[in-house]
T-cell receptor, first 118, second 113 residues
Framework: EAGVVQSPRYKIIEKKQPVAFWCNPISGHNTLYWYRQNLGQGPELLIRYENEEAVDDSQLPKDRFSAERLKGVDSTLKIQPAELGDSAVYLC????????????????FGPGTRLTVL | AQKITQTQPGMFVQEKEAVTLDCTYDTSDPSYGLFWYKQPSSGEMIFLIYQGSYDQQNATEGRYSLNFQKARKSANLVISASQLGDSAMYFCAMREGGTALIFGKGTTLSVSS
């Protein structure tokens, strides 16, 4: 079974430029998460989707960040315009929703996109 | 207040030795899940082990076991027989209610031969 796929793996841009990240979750996983991981820190949630619906976007800086998951499968996270402080690893994760406890709780992560803003 | 606390920024162990990585958590929700992930230098987050708050027994997955002490709000990861490939960053995380994971700051494990 394929894992969570993300692209690109690395991106270097100049500040004020736009950038987009793509994520394809594990097949059948209805819940999708975007996290941001700053250097030396643990990941922090940006947005959570249940199917097509963004159910938790309270941590998403909405002035410059946007996300979509149009068909309830893959998702795109966009930053426009990028700032120096956006340099981080952007991680996508997915989970099999509907279960409680056990491995139904487990989120599986993609390899991440390492963004460098110059 | 920190929800997940990992007090060991770095740990050093010799190959074949056991090592314990500490994690304490803070929640008032009776239903929660605790996770450990490994993050090698390549960057991916690899799921290692899960413990539910209602689980009576400590979780085990191969060389990994989770020492769950509910009254102390402690969920330490024990790696038996360390291998060179275990060198990585290790994150403790908690899910409470229906929310996403809350991660600690991580512990860097270095295994030497």
């Amino acid at each position: 079974e394929a894992g969570v796929v993300q692209s690109p793996r690395y991106k270097i841009i100049e500040k004020k430029q736009p950038v987009a990240f793509w994520c394809n979750p594990i097949s059948g996983h209805n819940t999708l998460y975007w996290y941001r991981q700053n250097l030396g820190q643990g990941p922090e949630l940006l947005i959570r989707y249940e199917n097509e619906e963004a159910v938790d976007d309270s941590q998403l800086p909405k002035d410059r960040f946007s996300a979509e998951r149009l068909k309830g499968v893959d998702s795109t996270l966009k930053i426009q315009p990028a700032e120096l402080g956006d340099s981080a690893v952007y991680l996508c994760a997915s989970r099999l929703s509907g279960g409680t406890g056990g491995f139904a709780d487990t989120q599986y992560f993609g390899p991440g996109t390492r963004l460098t803003v110059l | 207040a920190q929800k997940i606390t990992q007090t060991q920024p770095g740990m050093f162990v010799q190959e074949k030795e056991a090592v314990t990585l500490d994690c304490t958590y803070d929640t008032s929700d009776p239903s929660y899940g605790l996770f450990w992930y490994k993050q090698p230098s390549s960057g991916e987050m690899i799921f290692l082990i899960y413990q539910g708050s209602y689980d009576q027994q400590n979780a085990t997955e191969g060389r990994y076991s989770l020492n769950f002490q509910k009254a102390r709000k402690s969920a330490n990861l024990v790696i038996s027989a360390s291998q060179l490939g275990d060198s990585a960053m290790y994150f403790c995380a908690m899910r409470e209610g229906g929310t996403a994971l809350i991660f600690g700051k991580g512990t860097t494990l270095s295994v030497s031969s």
